[in-house]
């Protein structure tokens, strides 16, 4: 056996990882059996290792924690696979602890992308116990008893004012409801059976027309039963939307569990969660090395050290009704225009993917929780599902039959604010982390709301166009686009790969709207001879910062959202749109280009810049885009920088801030350079080392470990 040759910098990385420390700006898993070809970093040989991995993988470890008296607990959770980990015939095992594994997604080669886990598991109070996950051939299950549904169960809820009368869980027991006929009557809407722990959810209607209570039931084998209520106000034709006013009692097994008044906005719900018994208060803790490394999620630097404690101060660490945690109240650019949860995804989702500290699995809960306090929630009262766009081609709210809602809107703005070009990806993370059902239908219920940001002839109906290639509709800006294409394709994720058609449908056109807006986008600039062909890197944009008789002039951050969206819709898998590619590498061109690349014109010390003029003239359906980095830049910046490596503020010798870097312009730019050499663009690794070797990262990089949401860097292969 040949012995494999590693280099003394690998060597001590890898030792560091399994002690738990990591190098900054590379990740990967301890438990994953091949080193990193490569640190880069400088000093000692630069010869690096070659190994390869064949059959299943090697899995992390989960580690769950109880705050509960000692004893065997029942416990569910999400968890990502890396494609080829656990392949197709395989199943996911927990050394000797029992484990069920609900497959809900698979990769293109049928290996498996995503599970929801169930056991129960003996565990000691406060103590955290990881459980090293495996793989084993998939055994006969045909003689499996499953959990059954419950008999019965003592849940209600009793109404007073806009809403009256008590409605029961025990209404819904036993009722057929998954072929969905109307939202007149009670019972269970899907099953999930398996033989630790079966999931129920059922439907109860009230004397409201609009307002509908939701219960999605755990039963587990030891006789554990976790009840998730949703109080929801949200049907999208549904005549006389708005606000509801009521006080509420919520009751478990004769014991009250919550109570008090609530506002309830339109197209809203509140939640909790309550167990029949002894909560177990089981804290997971993942291996985030391990989620990134699936391409699932962005590759989050780790290796800057433990996040700040007074972090945890600003964010949410429990919700009740109507509470908007950490969300903002205004989503248009009211105030700083530049939102906290703004990103590829919110800040508390990714601190989840940074550290194990509870207080970060606390936020995320939270404010996945507080999420549903926003006006974005239309679900289709004629499949009970969040609503299929080919069913409201010709919708929006107050035309072609659908109603506008009355009442108090989210910070006084209306149904019609444009909440696309400040969204956020709400509930990605809490799905793969908790497996939800809740969670997977909020990052549905956000790519329907982006919808209807949209008017029904802009949009192309169905299509769900934001980006229109033959007219000059400017309704949507470039970040509209980025976050609504980022939306579909979180949706198009999360959606299970089987089950009831009216559940697997919703993927069909979240992908055909996908397609949809990269094919005009390709047809507007990237295509031989298109209007605005261009060989700067950037395609056709909202031309909303030029004033009257100035050269064409837009933000390049918008476009740098939309790079890293298209890079992640990549790494996702969502679509195989011959578009994306070229489309995606012509924006990997101009992020390249603004760090110095290709022809050297651009000053890559400039990168953090608010605007940057791209052509000559304006309007944008006639600009002459500039032909090389050189004349934009002469047309952007006025004064270059005097001699020296830090990154500066636009026509200034002024250094720019820590929030510049980690929070801002520049940030965003370098989270677009890691996506690029991720896929191979030319001149993306070098333009990111140029970048990085400057004074100013020296200086201000470890705030990532703090703000860590554009701390995206390429991955080790």
Known sequence: MTKKRINRREFLASTATAAGIIVPGVAWSASRPCPPPGLGVSGGTTETTVCSRTGPGQLPKLTLMSRAANGAHAWTFGHVFRQGDVPSGFTVTAGSDAIQMDVRNRWPDGSLKFAVLSGVTTLVRNSPKPIALGVSAE???????????????????????????????????????????????????????????????????????????????????????????????GWVLVPAPGQRDYTVALSVAGTTRYSGTVSHLHHARWSRVDWVGTDPQILPAHDGVYIKGTRLVPNYASGYGAPDDALWSNYTQSAAPMELGDWRSAWDATGDGNHNQIGLLPPWDVMCL????????????????????????????????????????????????????????????????????????????????????????????????????????????????????????????????????????????????????????????????????????????????????????VIRTRNVYSSSGEPFKDSPWQLDFLTCVLGWITDLEVTTAVELAPIRDQLYKFAVGRAGGYDGGYNWRNISSYNTYYASNTPASSATFYRTFAEMYAATITTPPDTGDTLVEPNTSREIDAGRLTYGYAGMVLASLAFAADHGASGAREALARVRGSSTWRKHSLEYRNYAKWAVVPRES
């Not at 509870?358 to 009970?384: I, W």
């Open 139 to 233: 055994g006969d299950r045909s003689a499996t008893q499953n959990v059954p549904e419950p008999a019965s169960l003592d849940v209600k809820l009793t109404f007073g004012g806009a809403v009256t009368g008590t409605y029961t869980l025990q209404s819904a027991l036993g009722v057929n409801k998954e072929v969905w006929e109307s939202r007149s009557r009670a019972g269970r809407v899907r099953k999930i059976l398996g033989p630790i722990m079966s999931e129920y959810h059922y439907y109860v209607p009230t004397s409201d027309d609009h307002l509908a209570v939701w219960f999605y039931v755990r039963c587990y084998a030891n006789g554990a039963t976790e009840i998730e209520t949703v109080v929801e106000n």
């Open 354 to 537: 940074q550290t194990s500290d509870s207080r970060a699995y606390a936020a995320l809960v939270a404010n996945a929780r507080c999420a549903g306090s926003l006006s974005v929630h239309y679900r289709d009262e004629n499949t009970g599902r969040p609503f299929r766009f080919a069913n409201c081609a010709a919708q929006s709210p107050g035309r072609n039959g659908m109603p506008r809602a009355t009442g108090n809107f989210l910070g006084g703005l209306s149904e019609s604010t444009d909440m696309a070009s400040h969204s956020a990806g709400c509930g990605y993370i809490p799905y793969l982390i908790t497996g939800r059902w809740t969670a997977l239908e909020e990052v549905q219920f956000w790519a329907g709301r982006q919808f209807f940001d949209r008017g029904t002839e802009p949009r192309g109906g169905a299509l769900g166009l934001w980006h229109i290639w033959n007219s000059d509709d400017y309704q949507a800006q470039t970040r509209s686009l980025a976050w609504g294409m980022r939306q579909l394709a979180l949706a198009s994720t999360v959606v299970p790969d089987d089950g009831a058609s009216a559940d697997t449908a919703l993927r069909v056109d979240y992908v055909r709207s996908i397609d949809a807006n990269l094919n005009a986008i390709w047809r507007s600039s990237i295509q031989r001879g298109a209007t605005h062909e261009n060989s700067i890197g």
